[in-house]
């Protein structure tokens, strides 16, 4: 019986490395043959993770290029936004996600569904563990000549007692536990056993955290509870539902325009979504969730909420492999994630091989370079000397709409900056303090974290590694790309990236605001719509289009499925 090789990899496993792990090689040594013999030539590009910057990495390249190799423990893309919509049943899970292998298709390249543990970056090894037949973990290491590091983040616990009495949205495992437990809970509460106290905490919902993810879902919790309820639990009423949202700041969805989180607040309060501003979780208990408010007149005041769900959406961290690499390496200085240069390379990275995108990275910070540099190019155009620079107020404001256009993370800082401007504009000293200016800048720099944690930020690095990667193939012919003896071959072929802040959007149930570069605007049913249309549009594929819109229709004439299994 002829032997029929299942993949080109792992054929001829030697073992290697600071661990002495079998490497995997990426092709089948086999001259007869000439399309691998022609693959032996490619450079080999290992991408981890499947997610929003992986993929339009996957989808920018051209085939053929590079031997791809993408390593993931999903095997699926998921489209994060729409992912509350899924924990109601307003969407079925399956019309968020797109099976990874098609895409990888595209580019001729391979899937593993494995797990990246580590990286020896001075041998290029990758080491990936996956869990065989056995149910045990296997380790090898994948060799590469371009590494990129997609893994994402994983939730922000802030140190809170209890995490395991929450759920969390991250995943479409974690939307099918919620849609389970949401529906648990209804059935519970019409058990003629079940007291009327025991009633009311499993019906009630709190989410943690105030931002888009919590807001969004909260909204949808609240649309399935006013919209299918009275029809299939009749037993229910209304006024037994509560339906919470914690936020630690003073106003929810606080990185939109404040008319936008003033609307949504307004909006929730009309939909008797309960906002609990100024409010710390300190312990999460399996029946109540223990918090700290800060009352009006500045007391803190220790409060208890009985609850029969919790949502944790606080933010996100660092995922276990980052913060491993980060350890390893110079010059990443950065909590929160890993830190790349402009050309998206990841700082400290010995051969200049690695980059990193989307939620696991951080560009590192030159917003204080770029005002910089704008108020010595104005100096320059009027003929004076930046030390001794004199700008009035109305010139600021333009520097400051440059630059909070470049860096929409640097909001606050520029406000700072805007009222030392006001000032020496009152003082009239017709001469502006460099060194104090300075002091500002540094402080933006080290303040900012990151750009933001969003799929528009992974989608666009993503993009432009790609087009990158095309460019650098092109460049380079068949010769092993960034080594020393070639330079800064990245800065030679093509420009640093750039993030473009298109806007930000966000479901508040039945109504949507919109935030696009300073003009917000938030509405009704036609809201919803053209909030649903920019979704739709960016929907991964024809697929999953006609996926959405069955579910959409399917909803407006049968109502959602209110089941659990
Ligand atoms: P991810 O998309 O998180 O993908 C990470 C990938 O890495 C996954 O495939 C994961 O399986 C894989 N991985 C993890 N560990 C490893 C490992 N060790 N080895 C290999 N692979 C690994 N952003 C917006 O812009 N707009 C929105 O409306 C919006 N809504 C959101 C709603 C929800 C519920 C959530 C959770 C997020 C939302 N976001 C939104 C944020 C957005 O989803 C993220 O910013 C985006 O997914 C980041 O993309 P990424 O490629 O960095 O990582």
Known sequence: VESIPVSDLALHPRRGGPK????????????????????????????????????????????????????????????????????????????????????????????????????????????????????????????YDKLVLGVGSTTNPHGVKGLENCHFLKDITDARLIRNTVIRNLELACLPTTSDEERRRLLSFVVSGGGPTGVEFAAELY??????????????????????????????????????????????????????????????????????????????????????????STGVSQAEVSQRLAKKLDGQNNKHALE???????????????????????????????????????????????????????????????V?????????????????FQQY?????????????????????????????????AHQQGQYLGRKFNKLAQAAPGMRMNEVDYGDLDDAVYKPFEYRHMGSLAYIGNAAIFDFNGMSFSGGLLAVYLWRSIYFAQSVSFRTRVLLAMDWGKRAMFGRDMMNF
């Open 425 to 457: 504009d009152k003082d009239e000293s017709g001469t502006l303090d460099f060194g104090e200016l300075r002091e500002l800048l540094r402080q933006i720099d080290s303040k900012l974290t990151s750009l933001p944690a969003t799929a528009q930020r």
């Open 404 to 420: 909070k256009a470049r860096f929409p993370q640097a909001a606050n800082h520029l406000r700072r900056l805007d009222n030392l």
């Open 223 to 312: 649309d399935m509870l006013n919209e299918d309820l009275t029809r299939y639990f009749p037993k229910i009423l209304r006024c037994e539902i509560s339906v919470h949202v914690i936020q630690s700041r003073s106003h929810i969805l606080n990185t939109y325009d404040e008319a936008l989180s003033k609307y949504a607040e307004e909006r929730f309060a009309h939909d008797q979504v309960g906002v609990l501003t100024n409010s710390r979780v300190k312990e999460v208990r399996p029946d109540s969730i223990l918090f700290s408010q800060k009352d009006e007149n500045g007391k803190i005041v220790e409060k208890e909420l009985p609850m029969g769900f919790c949502l944790w």
């Open 20 to 143: 002495n792990l079998p490497i995997i090689e990426y092709f089948i040594d086999d001259d007869d043959c000439p399309e691998k013999k022609e693959q032996k030539h490619k450079p080999k590009l290992v991408i981890l993770g499947t997610g929003w910057g992986s993929v339009a990495l996957l989808k920018g390249l051209n085939r053929d290029e590079y031997h791809v190799t993408v390593v993931s423990p999903s095997n699926y893309f998921l489209f994060t936004p729409m992912l509350p919509s899924a924990t109601v049943g307003t969407l079925e899970l399956r019309s968020l996600v797109e099976p990874v292998r098609r895409i990888v298709h595209r580019v001729g390249g391979h899937f593993l569904k494995a797990k990246a543990e580590d990286v020896e970056f001075s041998e290029k090894l990758v080491e990936v563990s996956a869990i065989g037949p056995d149910g045990k973990p296997q380790h090898f290491y994948l060799p």
């Open 340 to 402: 790349t240069d402009t050309h998206l390379r990841l700082v400290g990275a010995p051969l200049g091989d690695v980059y990193a995108i989307g939620d696991c990275s951080t560009v590192q910070n030159n917003v204080s370079d770029h005002i910089v540099s704008f108020l010595r190019t104005m100096a320059w155009e009027k003929g004076k000397d930046p030390e001794t620079l004199h700008i009035h107020y109305n010139e600021w404001r333009q520097v400051a709409r440059r």
